[in-house]
């Protein structure tokens, strides 16, 4: 797996000095304003920074392919023409073709980009950022423009495509689902790389609150000399055969979550848990 470190320091739009090495397909996890998409642009040498990869040299000198949040694909031109569009030679339309053949999307070259779905906007958007063969591949939200009938399947295929490729891959996302996709995790929060590490091991031992609460840790009150912290999905309500110790609380209010239900409890510490459909206990 090829590794690529990333140093930067931004001053403008935001403060913020990044210091996370890229494993394969790794995902930058962080809030909105937390100066994600900014790290892409500086990376892409859109904004002005200092760090590498990069060096200061403009965009066009720099082999990184970059798929923006809204796809950016051409209205006017077809799928094929948006492909070729980063090439050059006169062989430049029969390489977007074979290109497009490779990745499954041949039946879409002749569409008009306009007529795309959201998630036939983003496979063609990542073709398009692949063309070039880039030595980086930056992603700015991937998850934003796609429905839920076809989410997660078009981020299973763009995680496939890309690992297939051995492209080193970051992906700027607020999503903690596609944070635990990635090879590899980087918590961004306060201007810097708060965590980093495998997603098991990230979303196993988040170092701080602000951690936790990106991972989507919805329960997290302070203890002695720490905080805990806790998923509502990760809560079970105990039955009467239920072995071992069970902590006792007040089920404040419930309230149907799809399948399932909601439980807002006081334990003394307020807390949420999820059940899912047929896990009540007796």
């Not at 082999?63 to 023409?81: C, D, K, M, S, W």
């Not at 063969?133 to 934003?144: C, F, K, M, T, V």
């Not at 596609?178 to 929060?189: E, G, K, R, T």
Request: proline residues 8%.
């Amino acid at each position: 797996m090829k590794i690529c470190p990333v140093d930067y320091r931004l001053h403008a739009p935001i403060t913020l000095h990044a210091s996370f090495d890229i494993h394969g397909f790794t995902a930058l996890l962080g809030r909105s304003g937390a100066g994600k998409t900014s790290l892409l642009k500086a990376l892409a040498g859109l904004i002005p920074a200092a760090g590498t990869p990069g060096n200061g040299a403009p965009p066009e000198a720099r082999n990184i392919g970059y798929l923006p949040q809204n796809t950016a694909l051409f209205p006017h031109l077809t799928v094929l023409e948006n492909v070729a569009y980063p090439l050059r030679g006169r062989d430049r339309f029969t390489r977007a073709a074979a290109l497009l053949d490779t990745l499954g999307l041949a039946s879409l070259a002749t569409r008009p980009a306009p007529t795309l779905s959201g998630g036939e906007a983003q496979r063609v958007a990542l073709a398009r950022a692949l063309a070039r063969d880039p030595q980086l591949l930056l992603l700015d939200e991937p998850s934003a423009a796609l429905d839920a009938t076809t989410r997660q399947a078009t981020l299973d295929w763009l995680v496939a495509t890309i690992t297939a490729r051995a492209v080193p891959s970051l992906a700027a996302t607020h999503d903690p689902a596609i944070a635990q996709m990635a090879d590899w995790l980087v918590l961004l929060a306060e201007g810097r790389v708060i965590q980093q590490g495998t997603p098991r091991a990230v979303f196993a031992a988040p170092i701080s609150v602000a951690a936790a609460q990106l991972l989507g840790f919805e329960n997290i009150w302070p203890e002695a000399d720490h905080h805990a912290a806790i998923r509502a999905t990760d809560i079970a309500i105990a039955g009467s055969h239920t072995p071992g110790p069970v902590s006792t609380g007040t089920v404040l209010t419930t309230r149907e979550h799809g399948l399932g239900l909601r439980l807002e409890c006081a334990m003394p510490h307020r807390i949420t848990v999820y059940l899912p459909a047929g896990t009540i206990a007796d």
